[in-house]
């Protein structure tokens, strides 16, 4: 069965949606999509994905610029190499 899109109005904290907004634009995906998704897991008893305290401690240990300056370095040194 197709299912129909319908609107929905929300009234959400200021910043919330700043941040949400902001979270989408980094994944590349609408903000629609994140809540709809929310909801059917919700919804649907799937439990959240739990992050291990593990994974919590190491958040924010790499630095994403550099990482993505490691790369672009990297596929030039590749370049370079199999260039010749």
Known sequence: ??????????KLAEPVIARAKQYAYKERVSLSFIIETY?????AGIEPDEVSPLVKSLSGVVNA?????DKVSYKKH???????
Not at 39 to 43: A, E, S, V
Not at 78 to 84: G, T
């Open 39 to 43: 909801l059917d897991r919700l919804t």
């Open 65 to 69: 610029e550099q990482l993505e300056a």
């Open 1 to 10: 069965m197709e299912s129909i899109d319908t609107k929905l109005t929300l």
């Open 78 to 84: 590749l370049k370079r190499k199999y260039s010749k």
